[in-house]
């Protein structure tokens, strides 16, 4: 019963046929009316003729304004509207009817008084069956519902909005209690029939177990960060999920979807306002351009891509090793944009020399944002020679080309493990850096040489936010390295706006990056992460830690001691100048260091970049500390 009235709708042939029904009786009962309640059989059978008629007006009037084709159960002022068109619609056939009737054969027993009762009629009686037909459906769905009860936090048009959409999702499976507001002439009162809350103060978390809510949906788009922490530190004890509702611009087509409310995520919950640039920022500079992403399947890069094919740029290179993650992606953006972008895929690696001059050659890039790299820093340690490979040698290829081919602007993805490393991937990209760096200085060079630096990308293949995420799914434990480690962050968009606001803002030799707050300890967005799945820590999940692993910091840095920071045009973009420390040998060490690398001479290699990096502090295996890291990451 439940799937038969839930998840099947009326055939529009019902309505329609209920529809002329109504109209019949709306005629004969405003014949009745304007008879005073008195008719005999011969004034009915008298009345035949004109019924007739009405029934083929009624059904032109019907048809007219597609009255049977709405979905009754979600009826709105629209579907009104649209019967108070037919009504009148009618009217007016009449009244013609009426005015060019002149033997009366038709309107023999009509009059202008019967034509404007039936008018009334005909709304009250076809708007009455869709209010019964709603109100019967949303009484028996309630019934239903067995799994939880909600709140919405934010009784305004977005709070109305999201009842609307909620109330008619089937699939929902909860109850909708009321609306949570701290605007105290709205609360009390009731919105969308349901009652306001008081969101201020203690109130919320009593109101909270009072009525044993499970979700609670935020709908108010301006919400501050910190309100919205406390609200998740409030509901995740009472092991309620929070929702959040996106703001009007990202709704599709100017309406809400289910679909498009999330539950909300880590990126909504860091300790300062989302970074934000201003879109002009970046128009104009990449139109009718030529770009090419190396890593473009990649987190970082995948999203620059997105955020380029904004603009109007002539053509867009997509780089990468992963064939399947290039298919995806060029699929997504094929569906996004249209076919409005000029696509081309490269399935290349940046460490092919023959390769990449061909991409070069053919193309013609005049921006190049290089995001390809190895970036897991424990899988690094294990398997230096590919990072050096990759990390500094691919970055070394395609900056070298940059400059062959007169590129306009060479942008670097490095990161913040880069000042003063102590791994092998912060050390690699550490000297890509001061490679691309060194072409900076070349003379009649007509490409500009920019560095961008990161902290951790939350949400990024190999961060904390997915492990974690899989971790709270599978039951717990969350695992952490130390209690006290603390990392920069940063969201996917925010680094790819980086990115791209360099290609604009920086200059050659350059080192750009956000001024990202502070810095967050881990073991704090574990626990956010945990309350946000609906859990306690420590009760339900709990939170183990497993000791920090090879090459791993207790604290990232974001400037090294001899690299000049200054502001720029954005208050929330920092310019690192150019260090003055130079290595004379550094050439050679690099030839040197590539030798050992294409050898997999991995024993010789930390010496070696230690000499290439006095700052870079190693990590000492003991051992078969080595192996045994081996095997603990290939297990997971």
Known sequence: MNRLFFNKFAPRWAIFFIDVVILCFAFYFAFFISERFSINLGQIIGLLPTFFVNIIVGVICILEFSTHKGIIRYSEMKDIMRVAKLALLQLGIWLFILGADQNKFLTHHLSLEILIINLFVVIFGMVAFRIFVKEIYHRAHKKTLTSGRSMIFGAGEMGLITKNVLMQDVGLNTQLIGFLDDNHSKIGKELGGLPIFNASGDRVNKLLKQYSITQLYIAISNLSVDRKIMITDMCGPLKIKVHIVPPFNDWTGGALRKTQIKEMNIEELLEREEIVLPKNLLDQIYDHATVLVTGAAGSIGSEICRQLCRNKVQKLILLDQSESGLFDLENELIKKFKGSINLQIEIASVRDERRLKGIFAKHQPKF???????????????????????????????????????????????????????????????????????????????????????????????????????????????????????????????????????????????????????????????????????????????????????????????????????????????????????????????????????????ASISTMLTNILPEFKPYQYKGDEFVEEVIKIANG
């Not at 904390?464 to 971790?471: A, D, E, L, S, W």
């Not at 680094?495 to 750009?512: F, N, P």
């Not at 009760?539 to 400037?559: A, H, N, S, V």
Request: charged letters at 25%.
């Open 368 to 602: 190049v944002f290089h995001a390809a790299a190895y970036k897991h820093v424990p899988m690094m340690e294990i398997f230096p020679c590919e990072a050096i490979l990759t990390n500094i040698f691919g970055t070394k290829l395609v900056a070298e080309l940059c400059l062959f081919h007169h590129v306009k602007k060479f942008v670097l993805v490095s990161t913040d493990k880069a000042v003063n490393p102590t791994n092998i991937m912060g050390a690699t990209k550490r000297i890509s850096e001061l490679f691309v760096q060194s072409l900076s200085d070349k003379e009649n060079s007509k490409t500009q040489f920019i560095i961008t630096r990161f902290g951790n990308v939350l949400g990024s293949a190999g961060s904390v936010v997915p492990t974690f995420k899989r971790q709270i799914e599978q039951g717990g434990p969350v695992t952490i390295t130390h209690p006290d480690i603390t990392r920069y962050f940063m969201t996917i968009p925010e680094a790819s706006k980086l990115v791209l606001e360099a290609g604009k803002l920086g200059q050659s030799g350059d080192i750009l990056l956000f001024d990202m707050g502070k810095p967050v300890k881990i073991i704090d967005l574990a626990k956010r992460m945990i309350q946000l799945a609906g859990y306690r820590p420590y009760e339900d999940i709990d939170i183990q830690p497993t000791g920090l692993r090879p090459g791993e910091k207790m604290y990232e840095e974001l400037f090294k001691d001899t690299e000049t920071c200054i502001a720029t045009n954005h208050p929330r973009i920092l310019k690192a100048i150019k260090s003055t420390d130079t290595n004379k040998n550094f050439s050679d060490q690099l030839v040197d260091l590539e030798i050992n690398a294409r050898l997999h001479d991995c």
